[in-house]
Antibody
Framework: EVQLLESGGGLVQPGGSLRLSCAASGFTFSSFAMSWVRQAPGKGLEWVSGISGNGGSTSYAESVKGRFTISRDKSENTLYMQMSSLRAEDTAVYYC??????????????WGQGTLVTVSS | QSVLTQPASVSGSPGQSITISCIGTSSDVGGYNYVSWYQQHPGKAPKLLIYDVIDRPSGVSNRFTGSKSGNTASLTISGLQAEDEADYYCSSYTRRTTGVFGTGTKVTVL
């Protein structure tokens, strides 16, 4: 059974940093791309970032480019998102997601339960 | 970043069929057969309903059908049931190799 368990969310001040983690199990981690998708309160889904199966290719939404860094650790079966220079508009539930293919941008077949990030003073 | 356009809301009575549209461009929906659809109930994570325009993952009801014509993709829900009341999002592969979601559609079962 595929499981994705996010952690690291919380309250952070504007301009601050936070690192999200996602522990994956139930599938061959390095064979699939992984993504982060966020959802601001009462709003729709927004794709944030993706990373290929071997971590060699990454991509970011324009809204987070230069501030967020996605990475993955094959030995720990864990996905990360380092977030810096956080803004109020980054407030959202962040979902860790498993892509159905080796490369990102196609479709997501499993989602974590989400972790809430609140940026506020 | 491009966004796929969906109607804000669609409603129907139990047993009826409804269709949700997803309008993109030749750089996403129209250019690739990689459209997917997701269902999201309040407070829950999204669930994959359709991928590759028309395919359903194992376990998804055959009441959900996907299609595409030009730059517009569609999701049809037939035999509408109370449990289908949820938000629905489309997504497509894009030429820019980033992910993109639709604006979302709230389905109400009358």
């Amino acid at each position: 059974e595929v499981q994705l368990l996010e952690s690291g969310g919380g309250l952070v001040q504007p301009g601050g940093s936070l690192r999200l983690s996602c522990a994956a199990s139930g599938f061959t981690f390095s064979s699939f791309a992984m993504s982060w998708v966020r959802q601001a309160p009462g709003k729709g889904l927004e794709w944030v970032s993706g990373i290929s199966g071997n971590g060699g290719s990454t991509s970011y939404a324009e809204s987070v480019k230069g501030r967020f860094t996605i990475s993955r650790d094959k030995s720990e079966n864990t996905l990360y998102m380092q977030m810096s220079s956080l803004r109020a508009e980054d407030t959202a539930v962040y979902y860790c997601a498993k892509d159905r293919r080796y490369n990102y941008g196609y479709e997501i077949d499993y989602w974590g339960q989400g972790t809430l990030v609140t940026v506020s003073s | 970043q491009s966004v796929l356009t969906q109607p804000a809301s669609v409603s129907g009575s139990p047993g009826q069929s409804i269709t949700i549209s997803c309008i993109g461009t030749s750089s996403d929906v129209g250019g690739y057969n990689y459209v997917s659809w997701y269902q999201q109930h309040p407070g829950k994570a999204p669930k994959l309903l359709i991928y590759d325009v028309i395919d359903r993952p194992s376990g998804v009801s055959n009441r959900f059908t996907g299609s595409k014509s030009g730059n517009t993709a569609s999701l049809t829900i037939s035999g509408l049931q109370a449990e289908d009341e949820a938000d629905y999002y489309c997504s497509s592969y894009t030429r820019r190799t980033t992910g993109v979601f639709g604006t979302g559609t709230k389905v109400t079962v009358l």
